[in-house]
């Protein structure tokens, strides 16, 4: 564990102890009536907390463990034309592919996808996207 965790932990065990003196310390009648303005302020936390979660989260792409025998594109938020055309697939083993980091937002992932060709991910371009095989050195 890392010392941040074990200070939030330590934190919230406090905290919870400190919480549950005060409501033994108050009586039952008053720990009652304290009890219930204290779940209404968590509630309306909770219910803050999860409306910010809910309008923050972007449009997600997940090609998590795919197995391709081709390529694998993913495109998200494209203004424009987009044009693929066929690339040249790999041979031999396919490689193992990382989303790039900082690419994207977080948004697109393709963590232990396996493709016999290109991986591409592209995401918030502004313009239009060409993506052209690769040019072949045999006539």
Same mark, same amino acid.
């Given at each position: 564990? !890392?010392k941040r965790l %074990?200070?939030? @932990? %330590?934190?919230?065990?406090?905290? @919870?102890?400190?919480l #549950?003196?005060?409501? %033994? @310390?108050?009586? @039952?009648?008053? $720990?009652?009536k304290?009890?219930?303005?204290?779940?209404?302020f968590?509630t309306? #936390?909770?219910? #803050?907390?999860? &409306?910010?979660g809910? &309008?923050?989260?972007?449009? $997600?792409?997940? $090609? =998590?463990h795919?197995v391709?025998?081709?390529s694998?594109? +993913?495109?998200?938020? %494209?203004?424009? =034309?987009?044009?693929? !055309?066929?690339?040249?697939?790999?041979t031999g083993?396919?490689?193992?592919a990382?989303?790039? *980091?900082? +690419?994207g937002?977080?948004t +697109?992932?393709?963590h232990?996808?396996? !493709? #016999?060709g290109d &991986?591409?991910?592209?995401?918030?371009v502004?313009g239009?996207?060409r993506i *052209?095989?690769p040019?072949?050195? !045999?006539?």
């Amino acid at each position: 564990m !890392t010392k941040r965790l %074990v200070f939030t @932990l %330590v934190g919230a065990v406090l905290a @919870l102890g400190g919480l #549950a003196a005060f409501l %033994v @310390l108050q009586g @039952l009648d008053a $720990a009652d009536k304290w009890s219930s303005v204290l779940s209404l302020f968590f509630t309306v #936390a909770g219910f #803050a907390l999860t &409306l910010v979660g809910l &309008l923050n989260r972007g449009p $997600a792409q997940s $090609a =998590d463990h795919a197995v391709t025998g081709g390529s694998l594109h +993913q495109i998200t938020n %494209v203004k424009g =034309d987009v044009a693929i !055309t066929s690339g040249g697939g790999g041979t031999g083993s396919p490689p193992t592919a990382a989303p790039a *980091e900082g +690419q994207g937002g977080g948004t +697109q992932s393709a963590h232990g996808a396996r !493709t #016999a060709g290109d &991986l591409h991910q592209i995401d918030g371009v502004g313009g239009s996207v060409r993506i *052209e095989p690769p040019t072949s050195s !045999t006539p």
